[in-house]
């Protein structure tokens, strides 16, 4: 009985991994699935028209670089001095559609071009993939298929909704959307029609790409009139048992530690309001205290060196 029990362990062993199935049998399956989460026929027809897999994509997917930036390399590279100059250049030429939309969500108009700055170079490098056969290719290649299978899914909401033709649905490799790079799924929770023509236009007009992205923001928790943070200093004896966004004290607190504004000058005390201290390249290099707003920057993209870089920024091209 327990060589049968070996040879039949061996066997299945042996026997190959499922494969997948090919492209058009999935496409077939797909446009099904679609159909019953509404999306109409014509879409379908149009927008998954003589569709094939991008190997490109595929290859991208599957090679991703493995960053071994420093924050202080990152920063030299995202907070450059030409980034800011032409977010201040379009600041001032913006200055009336980004206040009133400021006004609106209640997120600064230096914050909103900051993050315009850096997810699309204010727009110039939106990404030249075709969206539908990126995300297409990802959800048949199956690493992540239910999480491409969806995007997908929401990617024909979106043209399906008349806010863009599949042929001027262009982005990443990984299906990011327009000159605030949202996926799909974001862009139909969080989208915004900002000058009022009935579509969101978050690739060409600029009303629709601030109010979405301020939008997302006030979302996920932006407190309007407060800060993201600021750079301080720290004593030389500072435990890094206390740094990090889980730990939370009062600027009271943080002031008795010893932690300082650059210069030495004391913390700014504001009532009840709490930070954390950040360092992304450890205790040794800058530091920051930083408050909720941070936090909410941080639901855009989970990267201490993302959600700083925004802050410095936004604060130089308030400046």
Known sequence: MKLLFVLLMALVMAMPASAKPSFDTWLKNFKE??????????????????????????????????????????????????RIRRGRELYRKHYKTLKATEA??????????????????F????????????????????????????????????????HVTKANMKGSWA??????????????????????????????????????AANYLSRSGWKPGYRWGREVVIPKNFSKNMEGLKIKKPLSEWQKIGVRLPGGANLPQASGMTASLVAPDGLGGPTYLVYDNYRAIMKWNRSTYFATSVGLIADQIAQ
């Open 123 to 162: 727009g110039s490098n939106t990404g030249g993939f075709d969206v539908i056969r990126s995300l297409a290719t990802l959800a048949w290649d199956g690493r992540r298929e239910k999480l491409f299978t969806q995007e997908l899914i929401d990617a024909l909401k979106i043209i399906d909704h008349g």
């Open 33 to 82: 699935k679609a159909a019953k989460q509404g999306i109409s026929q014509s879409t379908l027809t149009i927008a998954l028209a003589n569709l094939s897999p991008n190997e490109k994509v595929i290859d991208l997917d599957r090679n991703q670089p493995s960053s071994k930036w420093t924050f202080a390399k990152y920063k030299e590279k995202i907070v450059h001095p030409d």
């Open 175 to 212: 299906g990011a959307l327009g000159q605030c790079q949202f996926m799909p799924s974001s862009f139909n929770r969080l989208a915004q029609d900002g000058n009022g023509d009935g579509k969101k236009d978050i690739w060409g007009t600029e009303a629709d790409v601030f109010a979405s």
């Open 104 to 121: 609106k969500y209640g997120v600064p108009a230096e914050v909103i071009v900051a993050l315009w700055g850096i997810e699309s170079n």
